[in-house]
């Protein structure tokens, strides 16, 4: 009888052990710039987070109320990251554009962005496939010295060989929209026109954290994976909002079920801005500013995270004048922590999932640290 009871014991235990057991989840970030270039540094900073995966903005779809059309606009220029990244190409539609498009307009639009995601998923095959013919030959002329006649090889020829393997590089895209509820019919038509476009690709959807909550209400995007935006939760124009990038407080009142009929990736922040008052009301972000603490003269610290200004002064493209109140918003490290728990009690956590952080900039991993950012990956 005992002997039965430890047995029990030993299984419960271990089936427990097992239920909290992390996963290798895909480690990935966010690149949401117009020029996508990796220096060394950004190269050494991705390997030593051992990035997998990056979202990569590839364009936006705005409405262009005097041609009375949708339009993609600000298309990146170049793509050039570490050999051993795969990426998602993410195109950013806004909702005028959802809320003025007829069907037959979409129908348009879907083509439109057809033709430059393709183009675009060319470009950054072909510069992987030439960069790689390139050191190929190089190597070649290299191994011939000492012959009395050196050829070179084509590297034109090399790149059109090599190009097939870098077609795996790219296996899924990214629509990313805060639909509502008026908007929502025209968007999952859109999304549904695009699928018919890239069949050989997986669709996913950005979800709002009110899309996730309210699932019924918003609707499910007909996509095979939605990408969980967990940020920019409050209105940063609030005078008397606390964090607009987010709060765990927050975020649990919004991941209040374990229902939502998608698989989903989890996108964090990972990035600070600071936000300018005058009087209590808004004037703007201001972002990379990191004058606060080195000009105690200028600015007064009046809280943990408060500056008053002392003095007129120009920030950016902002003027700023005496008495200006800026605020500056950062989630802390135990705050990621609490989100992290918040989501991975209610959201299935795989092997397949990829954790994202929002954005791959210097500034924001350096100052929160490789060596905590890795340790967010793995508290999943």
Same mark, same amino acid.
């Given at each position: 009888m *005992? ?8 299984v419960v ?7 909290k057991?992390?996963h290798?989840?895909?480690q $990935?970030?966010?690149? &949401?710039? /117009?020029?996508?270039y990796?220096?060394q540094e950004?190269?050494?900073l991705a390997k030593?987070? %051992?990035?997998k995966?990056m ?5 936006d779809?705005?409405w262009?109320?005097y ?6 606009v ?7 990251? =570490?050999?051993?990244?795969k990426?998602? +190409? =993410? ?5 005028d554009?959802?809320?003025n ?6 129908d348009?639009?879907?083509e439109?962005? /057809?033709?430059r995601?393709k183009?675009l ?6 510069? %992987?496939?030439s ?7 190089d190597?070649d002329?290299?191994?011939q010295k000492?012959n009395d006649?050196l050829?070179r090889?084509?590297t034109?020829?090399?790149?059109i060989a090599?190009? +097939?393997?870098?077609?795996? #590089? ?6 990313d929209?805060? &639909?509502t509820?008026? $908007?929502k019919?025209?968007y999952?038509?859109?999304l549904?026109k ?12 950005t979800?709002?954290?009110w899309?996730?909550?309210y699932?019924?209400?918003a609707?499910? +995007?007909?996509?095979?994976?939605? @990408?969980?935006?967990?940020?920019n939760m409050?209105?940063p124009?609030?005078y008397?909002?606390k964090? =607009?990038? !987010?709060t765990s407080?927050?975020l649990?009142?919004y991941?209040?079920h374990? %229902?939502?009929?998608l698989?989903? #990736?989890?996108?964090?922040p @990972?990035?600070?801005w600071s936000?300018?008052?005058?009087g209590?009301e808004?004037k703007?972000?201001i =972002? ?6 080195k000009? +105690?003269?200028?600015?007064k610290?009046?809280d943990?995270?408060?500056y008053?200004l002392?003095?007129d002064?120009?920030? !950016?493209?902002? *003027?700023?004048?005496?008495g200006?109140?800026?605020?500056i918003?950062?989630?802390?490290d135990?705050?990621?922590? #609490?989100?992290i ?7 299935k956590?795989s092997s397949?999932?990829?954790?994202t952080?929002f954005?791959?900039?210097?500034k924001?991993?350096?100052? *929160?640290?490789?060596q905590n ?5 793995e508290?999943?």
């Amino acid at each position: 009888m *005992y002997k039965k009871l430890f047995f029990s014991f030993v299984v419960v235990l271990f089936l427990s052990c097992e239920s909290k057991k992390k996963h290798d989840v895909i480690q $990935s970030f966010c690149y &949401w710039k /117009t020029d996508s270039y990796f220096g060394q540094e950004e190269d050494s900073l991705a390997k030593q987070m %051992k990035l997998k995966h990056m979202y990569v903005r590839f364009f936006d779809v705005d409405w262009n109320p005097y041609a009375e059309e949708a339009q993609p606009v600000a298309t990146i220029y170049n793509i050039r990251l =570490s050999d051993s990244l795969k990426i998602t +190409p =993410s195109i950013f539609i806004t909702n005028d554009v959802l809320l003025n498009s007829s069907k037959n307009q979409l129908d348009v639009l879907s083509e439109r962005m /057809t033709v430059r995601i393709k183009k675009l998923i060319d470009k950054y095959q072909t510069e %992987k496939a030439s960069a790689l013919a390139y050191k190929i030959a190089d190597a070649d002329y290299e191994r011939q010295k000492g012959n009395d006649v050196l050829t070179r090889l084509s590297t034109d020829s090399i790149t059109i060989a090599e190009k +097939p393997k870098f077609e795996k #590089d790219i296996q899924e895209l990214l629509f990313d929209c805060d &639909w509502t509820e008026s $908007s929502k019919d025209n968007y999952f038509y859109l999304l549904e026109k695009l699928k018919l476009k890239f069949p050989n690709y997986k669709i996913a959807s950005t979800i709002r954290l009110w899309q996730y909550k309210y699932y019924e209400k918003a609707g499910i +995007p007909p996509v095979d994976k939605g @990408l969980l935006m967990c940020y920019n939760m409050t209105n940063p124009t609030e005078y008397n909002t606390k964090n =607009s990038i !987010g709060t765990s407080d927050e975020l649990a009142d919004y991941i209040t079920h374990d %229902k939502y009929p998608l698989e989903l #990736d989890i996108a964090l922040p @990972l990035f600070s801005w600071s936000v300018l008052f005058r009087g209590g009301e808004f004037k703007g972000v201001i =972002s990379e500013y990191q004058e606060f603490e080195k000009s +105690p003269t200028i600015f007064k610290k009046t809280d943990d995270n408060k500056y008053t200004l002392q003095d007129d002064i120009q920030i !950016g493209n902002f *003027y700023a004048r005496n008495g200006d109140e800026i605020k500056i918003e950062k989630i802390s490290d135990e705050e990621i922590e #609490d989100m992290i728990d918040i989501i991975t009690e209610k959201v299935k956590i795989s092997s397949t999932t990829k954790v994202t952080f929002f954005s791959f900039d210097k500034k924001y991993i350096n100052d *929160y640290g490789v060596q905590n950012i890795s340790k967010y990956y793995e508290s999943f």
